[in-house]
């Protein structure tokens, strides 16, 4: 059984920094893509960052560019992200998911995510 | 970057109806489009992908269609377990990867 497990949220300062992690389990992690996604209290979602499977390609949504940082360790099936710069708009659950691309190469759908992390950045 | 909208915002619906829910991409996205359902407190979970194919263990019920800009979700007979959030998201473009706005099925 596909298991993600997401860590780390909690209060946190503005200009404050927060790692979040993600524990997978139930596939070959080394051989998927990753993703962060967040969602704010009471609103949609919004993708935050992607990575490859070997972690060698890297992006970003504008809005956290410059201050969150997404990695992997695929010794240790894990994703992480590292947020710095915290600002109160990205208080959010922040989600873990795989994705894939049923084989349209280039396409990313999410099809597990974990439970979520809550992130709040309040002084 | 690629605009996903999604119309109604909200619907109300009985059990057993028909509910169609749309998303319009600002530009074509060819087939590379998601459909996920959210319950309140809960991760999102795939229903579609590829526009038009059952995510595996998905009711039949649910069902997607269009390709290029307009994109529809179809539950053919709305059940107690339906009500939720519906978001579409395309995969075709990116970065960034951008989701609709969200469509909130309701009990009548």
């Known amino acids: 059984e596909v298991q993600l497990v997401e860590s780390g949220g909690g209060l946190v300062q503005p200009g404050g920094s927060l790692r979040l992690s993600c524990a997978a389990s139930?596939?070959?992690?080394?051989?998927?893509?990753m993703n962060w996604v967040r969602q704010a209290p009471g609103k949609g979602l919004e993708w935050v960052s992607y990575?490859?499977?070997?972690?060698?390609?890297?992006y970003y949504a504008d809005s956290v560019k410059g201050r969150f940082t997404i990695s992997r360790d695929n010794a240790k099936n894990s994703l992480y992200l590292q947020m710095n710069s915290l600002r109160a708009e990205d208080t959010a659950v922040y989600y873990c998911?795989?994705?894939?691309?049923?084989?349209?190469?280039?396409?990313?759908?999410?099809?597990?995510w974990g439970q979520g992390t809550l992130v709040t950045v309040s002084s | 970057d690629i605009q996903m909208t999604q119309s109604p915002s909200s619907v109300s619906a009985s059990v057993g109806d028909r509910v169609t829910i749309t998303c319009r991409a600002s530009?074509?996205?060819?087939?590379?489009l998601a459909w996920y359902q959210q319950k309140p407190g809960k991760a999102p979970k795939l229903l579609i992908y590829?526009?038009?194919s059952l995510q595996s263990g998905v009711p039949s019920r649910f069902s997607g269609s269009g390709s290029g800009t307009d994109f529809t979700l179809t539950i053919s007979s709305l059940q107690p377990e339906d009500f939720a959030t519906y978001y579409c998201?395309?995969?075709?473009?990116?970065?960034?990867?951008?989701f609709g706005g969200g469509t909130k099925v309701e009990i009548k």
């Open positions: 998201q395309q995969a075709n473009s990116f970065p960034p990867l951008t």
């Open positions: 990575i490859s499977s070997s972690g060698s390609t890297i």
């Open positions: 998911a795989r994705a894939n691309d049923y084989g349209e190469s280039g396409s990313v759908y999410f099809d597990y």
């Open positions: 590829a526009a038009s």
């Open positions: 139930g596939f070959t992690f080394s051989s998927y893509e």
């Open positions: 530009q074509g996205i060819s087939s590379w």
